[in-house]
């Protein structure tokens, strides 16, 4: 058994937890809050740095300190299980969808088009107003909450008795299984990959002209600026994410070209566009101007955006699917569980 998981995750809820306690003495560092200049999508707007520079200190030592305290426990009782993990689970919720907003999805879709577009001079941006201290803690934040995560995940599996490292037990896995997890894992990628094509096409028809749930005046505004192309670069990038999401029930997503895609290179990608798409749409849902969502003019233009926490869903139920089709058989057979010969690999429940 091992509790590197934990102890990592410690580290990281200690170092930031400090640099926090660094900004509730000194007064200066805080990045959220009314003192962040582009904070208008953010749920943490109004959060001011008197409050909120010890209340990330506080929350980030507390996560340390509990993540030590799974790291030596492996036969809780029951209270404690459940009040460690859901403490936990609380924070991550709160790094990934509550500190993170909707500049990571954004950042992420318009990265492409920087780094392309970098030696042309275009698009014509101030780079300093997108790589701003407050992105740069979402970053940290985005990998503080999966650190978390994974070391929650492995306690859980190995107070329960089961693989620490792919969850098997003895007992076969039902909806985990491969065929089990395929029928719905195809479910899932089909709604996952319809909605950001919707996405698509609205933008596609601004660029082709058409007025497509906005005003022909704020159309011939969006060409004039050019900001109408901006917005066709993100539904190109949104189509190849609705392919490549199709890909993850199809023969090639799992070999291309004769060489056998690694699990990982659709999986970590995949889940890490669903947080984004999910932190987006908390965003979207308590910004400013949430209200005009379903009152506004051009409420027509964003219906595909209100389908956002289904994406998310959808998208990480589909990557976890593609997981539980294509992992190896279990390597640590005789680890957690009540009846090792069930997880040697080749056995029934090793091949799934």
């Known amino acids: 058994m091992t509790n590197t998981a934990q102890k990592v995750a410690a580290g990281w809820a200690a170092g930031y937890g400090t640099l926090a306690l660094g900004w509730a003495v000194t007064g200066h560092g805080f990045p959220f809050g009314p003192g962040d200049p582009r904070n208008s999508a953010s749920p943490l707007r109004a959060l001011d740095a008197s409050v909120g520079a010890p209340l990330f200190a506080g929350v980030l030592l507390a996560t340390a300190l509990a993540l030590l305290a799974m790291a030596g426990t492996d036969r809780p009782s029951r209270f404690t299980r459940i009040a460690l ?16 907003d909707v500049r990571a999805l954004t950042f992420a879709g318009y990265l492409p088009m920087l780094i392309g577009g970098l030696p042309f001079g275009w698009p014509p941006v101030d780079y300093g107003a997108i790589f701003t201290w407050a992105l740069a803690n979402e970053v940290i934040a985005i990998a503080g909450g999966v650190l978390i995560a994974r070391a929650v995940v492995r306690w859980l599996r190995r107070t ?10 003895a007992v076969g896995g039902g909806w985990t299984e491969p065929e089990a997890a395929r029928r719905w894992g195809r479910v899932a990628a089909y709604v996952a990959a319809v909605i950001p094509a919707l996405y698509a096409a609205v933008r596609i028809a601004w660029g082709l002209g058409i007025p497509l749930g906005i005003s022909p005046a704020f159309l011939a505004d969006m060409h004039r600026t050019g900001l109408v192309w901006a917005g066709v670069g993100l539904a190109s990038f949104a189509l190849v994410g609705s392919v490549l999401t199709i890909g993850l029930t ?3 997503g ?29 965003s979207l849902f308590t910004g400013d101007g949430s209200a005009k969502l379903f009152t506004g003019e051009d409420r027509a233009a964003v219906l595909p955006m209100l389908l956002w926490p289904l994406w998310s869903v959808a998208l990480g139920l589909a990557a976890y699917g593609y997981h539980l089709r294509r992992r190896p058989p279990c390597e640590d057979g005789d680890q957690g569980v009540d009846s090792p010969a069930g997880l040697v690999p080749g056995s029934r429940a090793g091949a799934y």
Do not use: K
């Open 254 to 282: 799992e070999v291309l070209f004769g060489w056998r895609v690694p699990i990982r290179l659709a999986t970590i990608p995949a889940g890490l566009v669903a947080i984004f798409v999910m932190s987006a749409s908390v």
């Open 250 to 252: 199809r023969r090639w």
């Open 85 to 100: 993990a859901g403490y936990l689970w609380l924070v991550v919720a709160a790094l990934l969808f509550v500190v993170v």
């Open 160 to 169: 329960e008795n089961a693989c620490e490292s792919c969850g098997r037990t």
